[in-house]
């Protein structure tokens, strides 16, 4: 059996040596072409060298073709006394409709970090959602010459998570839809005979149902020994069939699908009730799988999930059912993450894509690790966090963090100069023009994202990524501003135009942060487990928002009093908002003050392990646009190319 040991500054070397001998030369282009164009002119590392390159074994890797691989969690077993790398955040600036990059930001520093200073590096990023892939927003591969390649492979269906999500989570619907509809339509003896009878007549408890029992505080295991009232308690859910939690997910932008009617079949008696569809990374399978360490734990979250209440507004969860060891076997390949790589050949993990919004919009902790053990002391992990930096920077922090136990080294915080001209208000097509007192105006939104950061005692590094009509003037007066609200460096990139190189000077700027001394004494949480769950929200609304305080609406003050009656009271929170604003008023700009922050309703997310409160109306189905980005997608039949991906 081939084995990766030796000293460990062998190891760092032979990761150095072998991304920087395997790395790929750009040749850049003037215009630059288009992201796929870009992308199909490359030819990819095979996968199987990359991780020979970078100290995984054969044995630690699943083929899917030639460009993607799953990689076994035994990587972090084996290197389990290897120090962990340097641990980045990547975040941006509150997002505006202009796009600020961050994405491509992530890639264009993992290859300046690996194949132009030699360090060994990895980036860990969401597999996306094909809903935007085909509607607005287009693909995350990045863009440019900073990109994951195969984009096509990246951007569509990766290696099958998002469907394994999708039918897990669907399984589950269905499990909870006939389990009503067998109680509704059964007498308590019957109910129980059928539930404890299996295909080959014989009486017994499934392992699912041991598992109920033991919740119930019923210590038998053979369903003769069960009282009649155990019977009872033991086969009926009881689930109020106004309080069903879980709707049915499919990874489509389809707005006609947000509200539906189901059980409208002739055979089902007219057991028919209102329900919707999310779209599948908006599912909490989602997010558990990001927050899991390893497929136990997988399958202990699936089982906490709640999905329902009962008539006595108890949880009904997922392991009620019967169904998450199923799902679990569902979701068993998701577990390991997806191995590919950036135009220049570093590595990348690609894994999990959880919403931003409802969920915690982060890769997976799992990547992360392994990513971390790889690269060793002198590495660097690049891991992106969803939208700005109140939403996925704050959450990477206080949630995922707080999971995971690891300790994160600095925060890259993305940022364009026209970004902060749209903050000051204005348009568009006059963020093209000079404008210092616009990007002064506009600048509190940046300064305001560098004082949330170092809340949680990390050095900053702004990244901008230039544009050819910013001046000299602007780029001066951003680099002040970044400087007077404390970043470590802000650094102008062209990554886009010029790949690896063009953010040559940013990834230096972020070794010399991630070595330096930490600000404030280093990492901390925003609030301890301690804290009540509306103190918790309150702290992210005045400390992170800038808010003057909440409004707790009757219904949420209720939720978050059964919440804390019912033992989740020391979960993090998920703060559940627009991204367009700090606030919860996408109408606020830049860093908006004074405001008080409404909190319309709150919902669980136990497998997950979080509360999320919702601020707004947050679409977790989004609808497709008058002209969407498939009208520009197809195959070429004479080469089998994809054409028009974005």
């Known amino acids: 059996q081939r084995r990766v040991h030796g000293t460990l500054s062998e190891c ?96 264009g520093m993992a290859q300046a970090l690996g194949a132009h200073l030699g360090h060994p590096t990895f980036a860990c990023i969401r597999q996306p959602s094909q809903g935007p892939t085909f509607g607005i927003k287009g693909g995350a591969a990045g ?43 059964q007498p308590d003896e019957a109910l129980f005979r059928r539930l404890v009878t299996d295909s080959s007549g014989k009486k017994n408890f499934a392992p699912p149902m041991l598992r109920r029992l033991e919740r119930l505080g019923i210590n038998k295991t053979e369903p003769s020994e069960l009282t009649a009232e155990e019977r009872v308690r033991f086969a009926r859910l009881n689930v109020d069939p106004e309080a069903v939690l879980w709707r049915r997910v499919v990874d489509v932008n389809d707005r006609f699908l947000r509200g539906v009617t189901v059980g409208e079949g002739p055979a089902e008696k007219g057991f028919s009730r209102r329900t919707g569809f999310d779209i599948t990374v908006a599912s909490e399978c989602m997010a558990v ?47 390991e993450p997806t191995l590919m790589q950036t135009l220049e050949r570093t590595p990348v993990f690609v894994h999990a894509g959880p919403f931003a919004n409802i969920a915690q919009g982060n890769s997976s902790i799992v990547a992360d690790r392994l990513a971390l053990k790889l690269v060793g002391p002198d590495g660097f992990v ?55 007192e616009a990007v002064v105006r506009g600048g509190v939104n940046l300064s305001r994202h560098i004082a949330n950061a170092r809340r949680f005692g990390m050095p900053v590094v702004v990244v901008v990524n230039r544009f050819q009509h910013d001046t000299p003037e602007e780029v001066e007066t951003v680099k002040g501003l970044a400087r007077d609200a404390g970043a470590a460096d802000c650094v102008m990139a062209t990554h886009w135009a010029e790949g690896g190189a063009g953010a040559a000077e940013a990834a230096a700027a972020l070794v010399k942060a991630c070595k330096g001394p930490a600000p404030d004494g280093g990492f901390r949480l925003l609030y301890p487990d301690s804290m009540s769950l509306r103190e918790k929200i309150e702290t992210i609304c005045r400390q992170i928002y ?18 804390e009656r019912q033992g989740y009271g020391r979960l993090p929170v998920c703060m559940a908002k627009t991204q367009y604003s700090l606030s ?18 709150v919902r669980l997310s136990a497998g997950a392990g ?10 977790t189905m989004p609808g497709l646009p008058t002209r969407p980005a498939y009208f520009h997608i197809d195959v070429d039949p004479a080469t089998n190319a994809i054409v028009g991906l974005s």
């Open 382 to 436: 690049l891991t992106e966090a969803g939208f700005g930096a109140d939403m996925g920077m704050e959450k990477f922090f206080n949630i995922k963090c707080r999971a995971s136990g690891l300790r994160p080294s600095a925060v890259v915080l993305v940022a364009t100069i026209r970004a902060l001209k749209s903050h000051a208000g204005l348009s568009p097509e006059d963020c093209k023009k000079p404008d210092v």
């Open 289 to 335: 799988l990001a927050l899991a360490r390893d497929l136990g734990d997988l399958r202990e979250r699936l089982g906490r999930m709640v999905v329902a209440l009962d008539r006595d507004g108890n949880p009904v969860t997922a392991d009620d059912v019967g169904c998450a060891g199923a799902m679990a076997v569902l979701m068993r390949d998701c577990i």
């Open 12 to 107: 760092l070397f032979f990761f150095a040596f072998g991304a920087m001998q395997g790395s790929q030369k750009l040749s850049p282009k003037t215009p630059v072409p288009s992201d796929l164009e870009i992308a199909q002119s490359v030819t990819p590392m095979p996968v199987d060298e990359l991780a020979k390159n970078i100290g995984i074994l054969d044995e630690e890797l699943s083929m899917y073709g030639k460009t993607r691989a799953k990689v076994s969690l035994r990587v972090a077993e084996r290197l389990v006394d290897r120090p962990d790398g340097h641990y980045v955040v990547v975040t941006g600036v509150t997002p505006t409709s202009l796009g600020e990059g961050k994405s491509t930001t992530t890639m």
């Open 143 to 185: 863009g440019g010459y900073a990109q994951c390649v195969p984009m096509e492979e990246f951007n569509l269906h990766g290696t099958g998570d998002i469907h394994a999500i999708g039918a897990a989570h669907n399984l589950l619907a269905a499990a909870l839809d006939a389990r009503c509809f067998h109680e509704a339509t």
């Open 610 to 619: 979080f509360v999320y409160p919702l601020l707004g109306e947050i679409a």
């Open 546 to 563: 800038g808010a003057e305080g909440i409004e707790l609406q009757p219904a949420a003050a209720e939720e978050l009093a059964r919440l």
């Open 584 to 601: 919860h008023d996408p109408a606020l700009k830049g860093a908006p003050s004074g405001f008080t922050v409404p909190v319309r309703a």
